[in-house]
Structures are given as C-alpha cells and as structure tokens.
C-alpha cells in the first residue's frame, strides 16, 4: 500500500479510521508503529492515530513517546465526553507524548472555537484535520467561526477530494486528506498540485473522476467501500476487516468494482 502511495508522489501516510486504528488491539499496536515506521522512508511522514477513549490515548501516548514520530492524530470520541473534558484530555496526551498533534475536528462544535484557539495558541496542536460533514461545506459557519481564531494554513480538509477545492480556494487550507488517494495517489497529488497553482477549473475536472466512488462511500460505508475497493482493485491484499466492522454483500462488491 505504501508502494502504491509512494508512487502516485505521496509521502505523508496517516493511519485513522479508515486504517481502523480505532479497533487495533491494544497489545499489537506498539508491533504495528514499528512496522510502520520500518516501511517509510526518511524524507517521508508517518501519522499513526491514538484514542479515541482516553484510556487508549494515554496509553498508546506513552509507546509514541519513544519513537521517531513528529506527530500523531488524536481520534474523535463523541459518547461520554464534553468539551472541557475533551480538551484537558488532549492536553494530558500531548504532555505524555512530548510533541502536538494532529486535532481531529469531526463533528459540530465537538470543540468550541476558544478551546481550539486555546490548544493551538499553548502549542498542543500541529495541525487540524477538518472533517464536519455538511451538504454545502462553503456555508459553515462554525468554520467560519474557528478562522477568525486559528490561521487557516493549520487546517487540513479531512474529507476527500470532494469538499477539498471549497477548502483550499475558500477558506485558505494548506492540503487535503484522502480516503480514495489509495487507489489513484497520482490523481490526488495532481489535485493538490492544480489547487497550489490555484487552476480550480483543472482541480474540478481531476475531483470529479473521483465522485463515483466517493458517492458510493457515502451512500453504503466509507472505510468498508475503500477497503472492498483496495482489495478488488488489485493493489493489494488488506485482509479482512477488523470487527466491529464487517464485509460487504457481492451485490455491493460489484457496483464498487464498477466505480
């Protein structure tokens, strides 16, 4: 998989719910950081995610500590938590792990913008990934609200290609995450490059290739479609998916094999 990346010109591989790092087991997770960090190269970044309960975060908070890693992704727990809690919990991790990490922001004021500015301002934050899912993502105002707060060079869309170029032209956010750049990394790097040069029409024709397949992400499981799409895709064999999570009926493998 890191091959596959490596050679549509990525060089930044972040592992969070769509490498289920919220299911790892608790003892194999130091096992796979070292694999990891094994496989990439040196002018290449490894972003390993913790959480998302606090248990699990301060734990594995604590096997990142010794290792080569400029960052790790805190993951987004919403059930039993409140925004103070969330934010003394983030800071109790980034003291355990030594260095700021990348801050997850998922859902709806899950963290209000002064606690953001907060985090951000006391360097407990390298950068955010922003992933609030809306069917128009050019009219957010808790965005909105968070930028006039925290620079827009930290931010990270975190949703795919889909919302990126609103992101990038937008709002002023310095990359995009992808689900769907494992299987067509070249593309993905040929977006990020159009919207750098700031040629949005070229970044638009490049985004819509992906559509069909983001489509059916959304429609039926984001992380099972891309796995399913991995694997029927020849780039390589992922295994089977980790429970709570399970597989997709043939009637959904062939549609996604289609896309």
């Known amino acids: 998989m890191i ?7 990525v060089r ?4 969070g719910g769509n490498a289920l790092f919220y299911h790892v087991l608790p003892s194999e997770y130091a096992e796979i950081v070292d694999l990891l960090l094994e496989l990439v190269g040196p002018e290449e970044f490894l972003i ?8 699990m975060m301060m734990d594995q908070a604590s096997i990142l500590a010794d290792r080569s890693l400029d960052t790790a992704m805190v993951l987004p727990q919403k059930d039993i938590t409140d925004p103070q809690g969330i934010e003394r919990g983030i800071r109790l991790a980034v003291e355990r792990l030594k260095r700021p990490v990348v801050l997850y922001l998922k859902f709806d004021r899950w963290l209000p913008p002064d606690a953001v500015e907060r985090l951000v301002n006391d360097g407990y934050v390298s950068w955010i990934k922003y ?9 957010d105002p808790y965005l909105k609200e968070l930028l006039q707060r925290v620079p827009p ?6 949703m795919g290609e889909q919302p990126a170029i ?5 709002f002023g956010f310095s990359g995009f995450t992808s689900g769907c750049v494992c299987i067509r990394p070249d593309l993905s790097t040929k977006l990020l490059h159009a919207a750098t040069r700031k040629e949005w029409d070229r970044a638009d024709a490049i985004r819509s290739k992906f559509e069909p397949l983001e489509n059916l992400r959304n429609a039926i499981s984001p992380i099972r479609v891309l796995h399913e799409s991995v694997r029927g895709s020849g780039i390589a064999d992922v ?6 999570m399970s597989h997709l009926n043939q009637e959904e493998r062939n549609i996604i094999d289609r896309a």
């Open 12 to 15: 930044t591989y972040l592992y």
């Open 153 to 158: 060079e930290l931010f990270v869309s975190g």
């Open 166 to 170: 609103c992101h990038l032209r937008d």
């Open 239 to 244: 295994g089977p998916l980790l429970p709570l």
């Open 48 to 55: 390993p995610s913790i959480g998302p309960t606090f248990g």
């Open 131 to 139: 992933a609030v899912g809306l069917e128009d993502p050019s009219n």
């Open 3 to 9: 091959e596959h990346l490596r050679s549509g010109g």
